[in-house]
């Protein structure tokens, strides 16, 4: 997960990403996309914002008994909250136990990726298989972040390595390893046993990766790998770069260039295929706005390279390579250069950011330079991330700069 701001009063699938979207919105617009209606959510840490996303954004048609609802932890089986990802099912089976499917597919709500699940359910059916597990090929140095699977001519799971410091590398490509993406499908009798097994050992984690998978394989179940480049999503060029996209952001580096993605003229990860959309809830936001054109004086509001939401009034000044969410406000004479803002961010006058993530309500004062001298920034109390991104809290109070030019009333 994200140490540090981003994370300090949410959990990570309700991140903002995209402008108007939250992470979670990825992971459960492919399940819809997919046909996979009656979804639960688990829950643990901070997770109001989520429970309230998903109550006010996500409601499916109860007269086709479809449903997306959030289970809190509850200590349904004791006095512990959840131990890992395999106890937080345990825990809840009472919601498997009343729908009685067949299958259960357990997906992690924290990826960024577009996925179409029905063939993956469709090789769990042909190998009759116990469990798939969706993988992709990552280089090794990544690889020990992961589980790493091994597997036979068929795709048969031989051996399972939960983030291990050599994991093995794929037959006939050096330096590639087989990366599970914590996407599972388990037959239901299996993987209640499976629970149930876990929760009766005292040396278990109580985590899928590190656990679950790895008994099952030992155990001789039919353990199968999905192979995650073969998955070609409708309405996407299987060839070109937007084929098999999936990232892991785990860190803020990686959350902000997965944001980067997004604004390129042909975006690794696409926004606007109409044939999958990323689903979200509606707002009354109006149209974004560009006003000013000053050229003589510099005053002109533009955007480049950007995704500009709702709701956002750009006011003389100039946007490039960044993504801002709804009721953004960028005043006159200031620029912003690869940036992410959260909801309800202004800028003021002759204000200067580069390479920042401004989390929601927070108002950078006139003449504020953000992103320039990152040891200044540091020495200010905010978070520099290892690529030198420079992250502002929800909230946060800055101090007026020095002969700053006050910015406008309206």
């Not at 990802?85 to 499917?101: F, G, N």
């Not at 259960?104 to 469709?122: E, I, N, Q, S």
């Not at 299987?238 to 860190?251: K, L, N, Q, S, V």
């Not at 946007?319 to 200031?334: P, Y």
């Amino acid at each position: 997960y994200f140490s540090g701001p981003l994370t300090a009063e949410r959990a990570k699938p309700a991140v903002p990403f995209g402008g108007r979207y939250r992470i979670i919105d990825i992971v459960l617009s492919n399940l819809v996309n997919s046909g996979l209606t009656r979804i639960k959510i688990i829950t643990q840490y901070k997770s109001a914002s989520l429970e309230e996303h998903i109550a006010r954004s996500w409601r499916l048609s109860p007269m086709l008994d479809s449903y997306i609802e959030t289970i809190p932890a509850q200590q349904r089986t004791g006095l512990s909250w959840f131990k890992g990802s395999a106890d937080a099912v345990w825990q809840t089976q009472h919601v498997i136990e009343d729908e009685k499917p067949e299958l259960v597919a357990v997906f992690g709500g924290d990826h960024v990726y577009k996925m179409d699940v029905r063939p993956m359910l469709a090789e769990h059916l042909h190998h009759e298989a116990d469990l798939t597990v969706a993988a992709i090929p990552v280089k090794k140095h990544e690889a020990r972040e992961f589980g790493v699977i091994e597997v036979d001519a068929e795709g048969r799971i031989i051996a399972f390595h939960e983030k291990v410091q050599d994991p093995p590398e794929m037959p006939g490509r050096p330096g590639m390893c087989l990366a599970s993406m914590g996407n599972y499908i388990f037959g239901t009798q299996q993987l209640v046993r499976a629970l149930n097994e876990d929760a009766k050992d005292e040396t278990s984690k109580r985590d899928f990766g590190r656990d679950i998978v790895p008994r099952m394989v030992r155990q001789g179940q039919r353990c199968f790998a999905y192979d995650f480049k073969t998955n070609h999503v409708p309405g996407e060029d299987p060839e070109g770069a937007t084929a098999a996209y999936w990232r892991d952001i785990g860190t803020v580096d990686a959350y902000f260039e997965a944001q980067m993605d997004l604004v390129s003229v042909k975006p690794a990860f696409n926004l606007y295929n109409p044939r999958w959309p990323i689903r979200t809830g509606t707002n009354h936001d109006p149209p974004a706005k560009f006003v000013f054109r000053d050229e003589a004086n510099a005053r002109v509001g533009v955007a480049t390279e950007s995704l500009v939401s709702a709701g956002c009034i750009i006011s003389g000044a100039r946007i490039n390579r960044s993504v801002l969410s709804n009721r953004c406000r960028i005043n006159s004479f200031s620029s912003v250069d690869e940036c992410v803002l959260f909801e309800n961010v202004v800028i003021g006058r002759h204000a200067r950011i580069r390479r920042a993530i401004i989390d929601k309500d927070v108002e950078i004062p006139a003449g504020t330079e953000i992103g320039y001298d990152l040891e200044a920034d540091r020495k200010r109390g905010w978070s520099v991330s290892d690529s030198g991104i420079v992250i502002i809290p929800k909230r946060a109070k800055l101090p007026e700069s020095p002969g700053s030019i006050p910015p406008p009333s309206v």
